[in-house]
């Protein structure tokens, strides 16, 4: 569980003392929400984040909103005012189900302790029924400090729906002459990324990721095609649009994943399209598909065995050009200025292990990581698809909390990483060796990019005052360099690792490399 200790919630933290949980308090309500969040991501089961009333619950919001967009299990546990105080606006009193009605699957309220089992159960089970996402729940002070003889809630069992008889999707893909497999959103796990490859590949399919899901299947595969992220390759946007049958297991097509919904254009795209889903409320509120399917994304993958491919495969060419164009889009021209980043990110998808954790939060700096890294095993990508920046640094913490044997790499701006800064001292706190490469360019880079798109030259707002980052790093006993060439990259980053302990490399880019297509000036030049 993860929290910023409150005074209306003592009795839990009372009652963790004498616990096996694992309590890893942070330095800010955010962090720990986002951690929470990570959690959820990482295990398929509702991450656990506990907060003080009011304040605390408002800055642990942002997990909640990344967990709905998510669609990630997680439970945030709120402490409330006395019920006998309630909507008098007493001392940091919030409305908790008014409050985030909008943004959790759902928002609830103890009445008593003898309730309380029951309700935390059916709040368990919420999360992970359908679409998974985040609940709420009040817990009054005074109900905390009650007493009641009430047996233990039954062991979950959350229903699993059977994705049912497969044929008409057999017929609609062996129909196809240019079909394209799009995967994403929650409920992903292995065997799911196992089997959609084993899937894909005895079909010879082609397979793109949604918006930040990249490790749903290995990217290594004949199959992976990229992915629909801000920015993606124009030649895979055209194959979206040239497909004509789409089977998207999970994504939802949002908005980024098909530029502005015109890659595929609801209610009835013009490709024929196949959706996976196992929230029934899902599989037609954007879209009108052709063949809806509600099923258990990893029961749906599993069933796909069953699936015999026709001898004929008019689409073999189609796939081995996707491929292609994928490889090609990894290689980089050489960026302005030093260090070179695309440099960088090469030497990451060359030196990291295939369960090595990569985490990022929001801006630019991520197009990097999305264009030049590679994931194959899942899951090894803790990215915010909901676009919340300051998230990097906390789920990088959780995933070496979970998995400390394995390297765990943060990847931050430098806007980025000091929104949650204060996590520095959590990860000593707790020894958690993460590794975080901090891209310094003094700017909030996306903004500035729009700016110098619609408004060239006129710079307002986005301008930064950064630390040294080496010495901040160090002054929380991490092990902390500044790299300011590119061959010095490699080196910086070995001794990180050797080091044993939480370390920052901070990579001081020239403020013009703001894209790996173009620089401010030619910004500036096109607008």
């Not at 096996?20 to 308090?25: A, E, T, Y």
């Not at 050009?321 to 440099?343: I, K, Q, T």
Request: charged share 25%.
């Amino acid at each position: 569980m993860f929290c910023v200790p409150g005074e209306s919630y003592l009795p839990i933290l009372d009652a963790l003392h004498d616990s096996p949980i694992w309590l890893l308090s942070c330095r800010h309500e955010a962090a720990a929400a986002n951690m929470a969040e990570a959690y959820g991501k990482l295990t398929g089961r509702p991450g656990i984040c506990l907060v003080t009333r009011g304040p605390g619950a408002t800055h642990a919001s942002v997990g909640v909103h990344i967990a709905s967009q998510d669609s990630t299990p997680m439970l945030l546990l709120v402490g409330q005012v006395p019920r006998e105080f309630r909507g008098r606006e007493a001392f940091q009193e919030l409305d908790y189900r008014r409050s985030f009605d909008a943004i959790a699957k759902h928002a609830g309220e103890a009445e008593s302790a003898a309730g309380l089992p029951e309700l935390v159960a059916e709040a368990y089970a919420t999360a992970l029924r359908d679409r998974p996402g985040p609940v709420v729940l009040a817990l009054p002070e005074d109900v905390l400090f009650e007493e009641a003889d009430v047996a233990d809630a039954e062991p979950l069992e959350v229903p699993h729906v059977e994705p049912g008889d497969l044929g008409p999707l057999r017929e609609l893909l062996a129909g196809a002459e240019r079909p394209l497999v799009i995967v994403g959103e929650g409920g992903w796990s292995a065997d799911a990324h196992r089997d959609v490859r084993r899937f894909a590949e005895v079909w010879e399919l082609p397979v793109a990721a949604s918006f930040r899901c990249q490790d749903y299947v290995d990217n290594r595969s004949p199959s992976y095609a990229g992915h629909l992220t801000l920015g993606m390759d124009a030649r895979l946007a055209a194959r979206v649009q040239e497909a004509d049958v789409v089977l998207a297991i999970g994504s939802r097509l949002g908005d980024i994943s098909t530029k502005g919904y015109t890659l595929l254009e609801p209610p009835r795209p013009r490709q024929t399209l196949a959706f996976v889903h196992p929230d029934a409320a899902e599989l037609r509120r954007v879209f009108e598909p052709a063949l809806p399917i509600r099923s258990d994304l990893s029961l749906f993958a599993a069933a796909t065995a069953g699936l015999e491919p026709p001898a004929d495969r008019p689409w073999r060419e189609w796939t081995a050009v996707a491929r292609a164009d994928y490889l090609a889009n990894l290689e980089h021209r050489p960026s302005h200025g030093d260090p070179d980043l695309g440099e960088v990110f090469a030497f990451l998808r060359r030196r990291l292990p295939p369960d090595a954790i990569v985490t990022c939060g929001a801006g630019n700096f991520t197009v990097w990581v999305h264009r030049f890294y590679e994931f194959a095993e899942f899951p090894t990508q803790l990215a915010p698809r909901a676009g919340a920046m300051g998230y990097g640094l906390p789920a990088a913490l959780t995933a070496k909390a979970l998995e400390p044997d394995r390297l765990v790499v943060c990847v931050a701006g430098d806007g980025d990483l000091m929104m949650s800064a204060a996590e520095l001292a959590t990860a000593v706190q707790y020894d958690l060796a993460v590794i975080v490469l901090v891209v310094d360019n003094g700017m909030y880079g996306t903004i500035r990019m729009h700016q110098e798109r619609l408004y060239p030259g006129r710079v307002s707002g986005t301008d930064l005052v950064n630390p040294d980052f080496a010495a901040l790093a160090a002054s929380f006993d991490w092990h902390g360099e500044n790299v300011e060439r590119t061959e010095d990259v490699e080196p910086a980053f070995e001794r990180a690792v050797a080091s044993g302990r939480p370390a920052v490399v901070a990579l001081r880019v020239d403020p013009e490399a703001i894209h790996p297509r173009f620089t401010i000036s030619e910004l500036r030049g096109s607008a």
